[in-house]
């Protein structure tokens, strides 16, 4: 057996210029961070001919098949058919969170897969091009109409100001903060759940529609990727990260109506009033997480405020995609 496991990740500025419809004409980029918080996938190879199946897959449900093509899920079935993979294999998959949150689990799920079925065929695989593999099987095999920002922070991890120039073509810079600044930022961030789960897709496809009339937009949210590395990356009071994070979710917000609720609303203005500088709502909104970024002595208000609220603690900078066991 072996066990892969990659990271979710806590997207802070730029998100929806990382999809092409956008990057391909404009240059896009995102700063972000792996959390962790994980998912996992084991493989182990399966004695097909001791059953009366040829394949074992676990995750919410159970999947035992005789051939690839009669697989449900389809990411399970897409990375198997990629990887020349079609029988006498077992899968598992468990993760630390829920998808549909907003913290790209569904791309970590398949970094992970792919990354357990390279290794389970002895074949090693460079995170970016784990990263460039996980892109094609959802945008080009499953025909989602993803971003590009999950699949690189889930095969790649650290704390990044990723580029994208084409789906094959992505430049990761890592942030240079030191351990007492990162420790510093870390104890700024303040994780709620909505308790509102959503898939990205249903919420994107109205964003991708008005990409031209948001360019302007756009283009704002993609400056602020630089001036987040700039105040990371100098002496500046973390409290203009938390401010520019105000402004990019006030920008995030007007880019589709679907994109927040009056729920979600509240559950933010609660957030500020309590003390945080700023926030926004992570992944491609309607729901999920929402993270606050706020003085340490705020969060005991925070708590009191959102008791009844899922609050996540979370670490920064948590590694790419490995195999951790095998």
């Known amino acids: 057996m072996l066990i892969s496991r990659a990271p979710v990740r806590i997207s802070f500025f730029g998100g929806g210029t990382d999809y092409p419809e956008y ?26 001919h001791l059953f009366d ?3 074992r897959l676990s995750y919410r449900q159970v999947e035992l098949v005789k051939n690839v093509t009669e697989i449900q899920h ?25 998808a ?3 913290l790209g689990s569904s791309s970590t799920f398949t ?28 945008r080009k ?13 889930a095969a790649v991890g650290g704390f990044n100001l990723v580029e994208f120039r084409t789906e094959t073509d992505i430049v990761v810079h890592k942030v240079p903060i030191s351990p007492q600044r990162l420790a510093e930022f870390e104890q700024h961030l303040f994780v709620v759940f909505t308790g509102i ?13 008005k990409v031209t009339d948001n360019t302007d937009t756009l283009k704002d949210m993609r400056k602020m990727v630089d001036d987040g590395w700039n105040i990371l990356t100098s002496n500046q009071s973390l409290s203009a990260f938390g401010e520019l994070l105000h402004q990019a979710w006030m920008a995030k917000r007007s880019l589709s109506q679907v994109i927040s609720n009056p729920d979600i609303d509240r559950l933010y203005q609660q957030g500020i009033t309590a003390g945080a500088w700023g926030g926004k ?26 008791g009844n609220q899922q609050v996540l603690q979370v670490k920064v900078n948590a590694p790419g995609s490995e195999i951790i066991f095998s």
Do not use: W
């Open 23 to 48: 990057f391909l004409r404009h240059g896009g980029a995102v700063l972000a961070t792996a959390i962790d918080k994980f998912c996992y996938l084991t493989a182990s190879p399966f004695p097909s």
């Open 197 to 209: 789960k959503r898939r990205a897709s249903e919420v994107v496809a109205q964003q991708l529609d």
């Open 111 to 138: 970094v992970a897969l792919l990354h357990a079925l390279h290794s389970f065929k002895g074949e090693f695989v460079r995170p970016l091009d784990l990263a460039y593999e996980a892109i094609y099987v959802e």
């Open 281 to 306: 709502l992570l992944g491609a909104g309607a729901g999920g997480f929402i993270l606050f970024f706020a003085p340490p002595e705020a969060h005991s208000q925070l708590r009191s405020t959102f």
């Open 53 to 55: 199946y040829t394949m």
């Open 74 to 98: 389809n990411v399970y079935r897409e990375c198997l058919r990629f990887c020349g993979l079609e029988r006498d294999i077992e899968l598992h998959n468990v993760a630390d969170l829920p």
């Open 100 to 102: 549909f949150t907003g």
């Open 141 to 153: 095999l499953l025909l989602d109409r993803v971003g590009c920002q999950d699949q690189l922070m």
